[in-house]
């Protein structure tokens, strides 16, 4: 296996006992962005002299951390003080921030080599870039998050940044066969990066296995506790819950989640079909109510100064935001805040829920992203969620499955997803 290839977890390993150096790393990186990148389209900006640069301190040893030497992605919707940040629209092309998001900042603190930015969709809405799906590029990568997930689907990278506001990280997760990891909403400071809902954008981020995501929460969300989650005796209770949207889900995703609660049980985990309560019929339109409204107070610089440079899809959803009527927005927060309320009842003493990350395998073509239907109330209940990989549909494809946690319980339920993706095949995890 190629250092590329390997996991954070393992390559921490290989840098710490000299069989492997940060140059040898961030070269084969660097080496399989150059091989793959004219057929996946991951990056929007890489600038090898201050990635050497970055490795030439790592080595004269000014700078440890625990993410030392480990190279990353960070979506361009980041800023970042010495690339380019676009937010993935022509009326910023070019734009040059004079500081670094907060989470980026983290990243350097932690010892991370940030390779470059990648690809995200306009304003991590819904009109596409360039990426195309590492496992068969005329399929989407998902989004908004695209660059990141396939970056670490292709083996350009073991780690990179992304955000939610509906499906960006789960879904794209799902579509590339990778782990995506949102945490409890408002875990990790959102200073520096572009916004679009305030009371939904969440940052998270893509790796090869559940050890790497719960490493880089331990930096991201500065709780130590997140990088190695135990259960605390015997296998978990899962619950399998198809969601009030389980009619949109696909015959792959339909298999996938079947499977997966057959395999999770057969190895000894407590399982049962949770029904979720009927207050939640109408959740996941709520968020697309919100989010519209959100985004056109977000973006009214851009709509009002630079309209004729939104795409048609983005016009679309800030004047349905500007249309609707605040009691209608306030009626969906209210919604959002009594089913936050009826959680725990909804867990009982599970440690997690199964729930379905995508309609099925990513849809064919580049010119949307996918469906984030079975990502939007969960997004919206500030839950945290894991996106496992490990099964595949009738065209070959990724189709994962999620596990979200309660509000707060994020080592509980990672705890659960590092149990789980053995059991799933996830190969990442299990081989380190």
């Not at 520096?192 to 969300?221: E, I, N, Q």
């Not at 709509?303 to 935001?321: F, N």
Request: aromatic share 6%; glycine share 12%; charged share 20%.
């Amino acid at each position: 296996m190629n250092p590329n290839e390997w996991t954070a977890t393992r390559a921490l390993d290989r840098l710490a006992d000299g069989t492997c150096t940060v140059g040898a790393l961030v070269e084969a990186c660097l080496a399989r962005i150059e091989a793959r990148e004219p057929v996946v389209g991951a990056w929007e900006h890489i600038d090898p002299e201050k990635v050497w640069a970055r490795v030439r301190i790592l080595k004269e040893g000014s700078q440890g951390g625990p993410l030392r030497g480990i190279p990353v992605g960070i979506k361009d919707l980041f800023d970042t003080a010495d690339l380019p940040t676009g937010y993935g629209s022509p009326i910023y092309r070019g734009h040059r921030p004079a500081w670094d998001a907060s989470c980026v900042a983290l990243l350097r603190s932690a010892g991370a080599v940030v390779l470059g930015k990648t690809v995200t969709t306009e304003f991590a809405v819904y009109h596409p870039g360039k990426t195309a799906n590492p496992h068969d590029p005329a399929h989407t990568p998902g989004g908004s998050s695209s660059g990141s997930a396939a970056a670490v689907a292709d083996g350009m990278v073991p780690l990179a940044l992304g955000s939610q506001t509906a499906g960006s990280v789960i879904r794209p997760a799902s579509f590339c066969g990778v782990v995506g990891y949102k945490p409890t909403f408002g875990w990790v400071a959102r200073a520096g990066a572009k916004p679009l809902s305030d009371s939904l954008d969440t940052v998270g981020w893509f790796s090869r296995s559940v050890a790497d995501a719960a490493l880089l929460a331990s930096v991201l969300c500065g709780r130590p506790a997140l990088a190695g989650p135990v259960l605390p005796d015997g296998p978990p209770r899962i619950g399998t819950c198809r969601t009030h949207e389980w009619p949109l889900a696909g015959p792959a995703t339909v298999a996938a989640l079947g499977e997966a609660s057959e395999r999770l049980a057969e190895s000894g985990a407590a399982r049962d079909l949770v029904e979720l309560p009927d207050t939640f019929r109408g959740l996941a339109e709520a968020q697309a109510v919100i989010m519209a409204y959100e985004a056109a107070r977000s973006l009214a610089f851009e709509h009002r100064c630079h309209g004729e440079q939104l795409s048609p899809k983005l016009r679309e959803i800030v004047d349905a935001g500007n249309a609707c009527p605040p009691e209608r927005y306030d009626d969906a927060q209210a919604q959002a805040r009594a089913c936050r309320a009826s959680l725990d009842g909804v867990f009982g003493p599970r440690d997690a829920l199964l729930v379905p990350s995508a309609p099925g395998e990513a849809p064919r073509g580049l010119s949307c992203t996918g469906d984030p239907v079975f990502n939007r109330i969960w997004t919206l209940l500030g839950v945290p969620c894991v996106n496992l990989p490990g099964l595949s549909g009738p065209l070959g494809l990724p189709v994962g499955v999620q596990l979200v946690g309660r509000p707060g319980q994020d080592e509980r339920l990672l705890a659960a997803a590092r149990w789980a993706e053995v059991r799933l095949g996830s190969g990442a995890g299990s081989r380190r």
